[in-house]
């Protein structure tokens, strides 16, 4: 009889987890994102992209000040340059993201990419020779750059509400990038004051009007330009932001649980081979 | 068993050591000719993956500890730094904080094994102790260092366990001063958990070598429970014991492995990626998994107990729960350690292992959460339909005569032949009684699942009615609830029930099932029927 209580005890347990209650908020999309899947990395152009995103539109009010231009140049990074020679004319050039037949890594303060990106932002600094407040072109060294200079400024700026800042978002979130998604696509249309609806925002009404529209930003590469493309492209570079080491996470997941199966496999035989003939 | 030495030096440097400092011997001694019961299952392994964990633990965290920055604006950000910049600081990062889940994870079930084969029972009770020492320790080391990365959940589990120390009565409050540093969470309080949690781990390394001392003095506990009496009983440590320890803490190390290369933060809350902040408070404030079941504890007292507060019953209890472990060897009277062989008392142990999970569940629950209901919310909408309408204002001398007042009205309406009547009331004392004569009386009953499914329910029926009804009578009736507060308090029942009665009068009335008489010739067939 007890034997059987403690089983419907363990079923009971079990049901209950199951059924967790919902919140107010919809459960967030499904997105089908490269980096969901356990050995896949980063669709380094959608990162790329969503770098674009971030740059021209949220980055006029979401800091993200963890991280530095220079990581985007860095091994595993959407700008990350290599040196390769290419078949047809026998030339080095250089190609953003690791060629397939391997590549020399340009060393990120020779990125002209990285470079680019960073000079056009303006820095405010401390001028080296007077002492005095002045502005300067962004270097590769630098932070990405806040829009606000603190919180009180940023919250005055967008009637009280504080946008957060965006470096580990996606960590940051139950549901992860699902989530930042279906946030950025969830608007509903209603307008409430300040206030817009959004099917995925807890209590159903944000303070951050629609950012995305179709068309705001352009692409080179011609991918299409509609809200739900660029939610899931700057959804892409959030969590490469939050994540940057995941590839090669991954990658060295693989070795370290090979070595240690083939290890588990040895010992397992040691253990037989020692244990042969004793009785236990 | 300390017995005698069989070690022999076998060159001329290691014969000069043994003369002055005979460590190789002790080496030897320990971990090499130690014997061992030769019936040794897969739960004795678990000592040597928490040997690894402490490991593990202090070389990860004395590295984190180069970079990491004890300040309150610069924790969260060196711990980026770590994660992005530092070379492999993300691999040591994830590994420190996945292997203080490893760590506990192979310390619960060190802990279940020790309570099943009686390992706490004589001669074993300062071993067992010792244990539930560096238990206790490991707690504070994990808190301490959850504080450290200083998010949102750092902050306020810091901020809920030391205002929770405050509810101890007399000493409470300066211990709670002297924690924070101050009179809140804040630059001092983690300057001093910083340097707690760089110290712990060492005091739990000095307390490991106790017990490592007492296990070898008095020999280690087997599946029969039964002392080992001659050398056919045991096998020596090196190779038997090592080659089975490796083996399973290479499986061990594939379960970490996974977590820390693929669910890095599967273990951990995403409250603790935002940076903490003093002026909003969290959503939910849990603590970490392996901590889940005290803080169920914690929550279960949402009563006071005679001059006792909620607060402090909670806080007495959640100690009182690790306390109970420490005297547990004089509450077990049973004469027969392993529960092998002792069929009542090992369903009662079953149940506690399920009920501990419960209680882990219950913590990481909204303790509001309804489990299980008697029945429906139900409304019973009353409205008269086609009767004469009549409204009047009226006004209550006070407050506290509204009431009577209202009564008064009403029942002057009834007796003047109103089928039903309402009163809306403006603020404290003014009010207006709707009231109508004549008509037919009519009900509609509508009942939903929750209370928050009623109110639409009845929205709608009464929009359905529309003008038919000049107003409403509801009555509203909820069913019986069993929240996640009466799961906890059920289960920290038995939490008490089974250390404080059931192993007491177990010991006393149960028949213990027949005992092999030693380790090596175990009475044909038991061994292999039962775990
Ligand atoms: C008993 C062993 C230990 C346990 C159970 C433990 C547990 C923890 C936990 C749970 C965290 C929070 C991790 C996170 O959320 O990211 C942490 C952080 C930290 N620990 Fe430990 N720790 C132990 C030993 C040590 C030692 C020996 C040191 C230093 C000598 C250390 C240094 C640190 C540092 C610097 C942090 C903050 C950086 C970070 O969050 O990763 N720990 N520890």
Redesign the pocket.
């Known amino acids: 009889m007890l034997r059987a209580l403690t089983v419907a005890a363990a079923v009971f347990v079990a049901a209950a987890g199951v059924a967790f209650a919902a919140g107010e908020a919809e459960h967030p999309h499904d997105h089908p994102f490269s980096f969901d899947s356990p050995i896949r990395g980063y669709d380094m152009a959608a990162v790329q992209r969503g770098f674009q995103v971030y740059n021209q539109v949220c980055s006029t009010c979401h800091s993200m000040a963890h991280l530095s231009y220079r990581h985007l140049g860095e091994e595993g990074g959407p700008f990350a340059a290599y040196m390769a020679r290419n078949h047809e004319t026998g030339e080095e050039e250089m190609v953003v993201g690791k060629p397939a037949h391997g590549g020399r890594f340009v060393t990120v303060t020779e990125n002209p990419y990285v470079r680019a990106i960073a000079s056009a932002v303006t820095i405010s600094d401390i001028d080296p020779a007077s002492g005095q407040p002045m502005d300067r072109p962004g270097r590769v060294s630098d932070h990405f750059r806040s829009p606000f200079p603190n919180e009180i400024a940023a919250r005055a700026a967008n009637g009280g509400a504080y946008p957060p800042d965006l470096s580990v978002i996606t960590s940051a979130r139950h549901g992860g990038a699902d989530y930042i998604y279906s946030l950025l696509v969830g608007y509903t249309g209603e307008v409430d004051g300040a206030l817009y609806g959004n099917r995925y925002f807890a209590g159903g009404k944000i303070a951050m009007p629609p950012p995305l529209a179709e068309g705001a930003v352009a692409y080179a590469d011609g991918s299409p330009t509609t809200v739900e493309q660029y939610a899931a492209d700057v959804t892409t570079f959030l969590q490469w932001a939050a994540d940057p080491h995941m590839e090669a996470r991954k990658r060295m997941g693989i070795i370290v649980i090979s070595f240690l199966l083939v290890l588990a496999g040895l010992l397992y035989l040691a253990y037989k081979q020692v244990w042969r003939g004793e009785s236990h | 068993m300390s017995g005698h030495s069989t070690y022999e030096p076998k060159s001329g440097f290691t014969r000069w050591l043994d003369k002055r400092l005979p460590i190789i011997r002790m080496a030897h001694d320990s971990f090499v000719a130690y014997p061992t019961p030769r019936n040794l299952n897969y739960w004795y392994t678990f000592g040597a993956m928490l040997a690894l964990?402490?490991v593990v633990?202090?070389v990860?965290?004395?590295v984190?500890?180069m970079h990491?920055v004890p300040h309150i604006n610069m924790a969260f950000a060196s711990?980026q730094r770590?994660d992005r910049d530092v070379p492999y600081g993300w691999l040591i990062?994830n590994i420190?904080?996945v292997?203080?889940s490893m760590?506990?994870l192979a310390v619960y079930i060190h802990m279940f094994k020790g309570l099943y084969y009686g390992s706490y029972k004589a001669p074993r009770e300062v071993l067992w102790i010792l244990g539930c020492v560096i238990y206790f320790?490991?707690i504070a080391?994990?808190f301490l260092?959850?504080s450290?990365?200083w998010?949102q959940m750092?902050f306020w589990a810091a901020t809920v366990i030391t205002n929770l120390i405050g509810a101890l009565p007399m000493i409470g409050e300066s211990i709670k001063n002297w924690l924070m540093g101050g009179f809140s969470v804040d630059q001092p309080t983690l300057n001093r958990f910083?340097s707690l949690?760089?110290l712990?781990?060492?005091v739990?390394a000095g307390v490991v070598a106790l017990h490592v001392w007492a296990l070898h003095e008095t020999g280690q506990n087997n599946p029969t429970g039964v002392e080992v009496k001659s050398k056919a009983d045991t096998v020596p440590f090196t190779p038997h014991a090592t080659i089975k320890d490796l083996f399973a803490t290479a499986l061990f190390l594939i379960l970490f492995a996974v977590f820390v290369f693929y669910m890095p933060d599967a273990l951990?809350h995403a409250d603790?990626y935002i940076p903490a902040n003093p002026l909003q408070t969290p959503p939910e404030i849990v603590p970490?998994w392996y901590l889940l079941p005290f803080y169920a504890i914690l929550r279960a007292f949402d009563f006071n107990i005679g001059p006792i507060d909620s607060k402090l019953a909670g806080v007495l209890a959640m100690f009182a729960s690790i306390g109970v472990l420490f005297v547990l060897p004089w509450l077990d009277t049973s004469r027969v350690r392993s529960m092998r062989y002792r069929p009542a008392a090992r369903q009662f142990f079953l149940i506690f292992v399920v009920v501990c999970l419960v209680l882990g569940w219950c913590g990481g629950q909204n303790p509001g959460r309804v489990l299980a209901q008697s029945g429906d919310f139900t409304a019973t909408l009353r409205w008269v339909e086609g009767g004469a309408v009549s409204a009047r204002a009226f006004s209550a001398p006070s407050e506290e005569q509204f009431d009577e007042t209202a009564a008064g009205m009403r029942e002057t309406a009834t007796t003047e032949g109103a089928a039903m009547t309402m009163v809306s009331r403006s603020n404290a004392t003014d009010a207006r009684m709707m009231s109508v004569v004549g008509g037919t009386p009519q009900t509609q009953t509508v009942s939903a699942r929750t209370i928050e499914a009623l109110e639409e329910a009845v929205q709608e029926a009464k929009a359905e009615i529309g003008a038919r009804a000049p107003f409403f009578v509801t009555e509203r009736a909820s069913p019986m609830a069993f929240t996640v507060t009466r799961l906890s308090q059920v289960a920290t029942f038995y939490y008490f029930l089974f250390f404080l009665v059931l192993l007491p009068l177990l010991g006393l009335r149960e028949t213990p099932g027949r005992v092999p008489d030693t380790i090596a010739k175990p009475i044909g067939g038991q061994t292999q029927e039962a775990a």
């Open positions: 964990c402490l633990q202090i990860t965290g004395v984190l500890a990491y711990v770590i990062q420190h904080s292997g203080a760590f506990f320790l490991m080391t994990a260092g959850y450290l990365p998010g750092s910083f949690h760089y712990l781990p060492f739990i951990g603790n970490e």
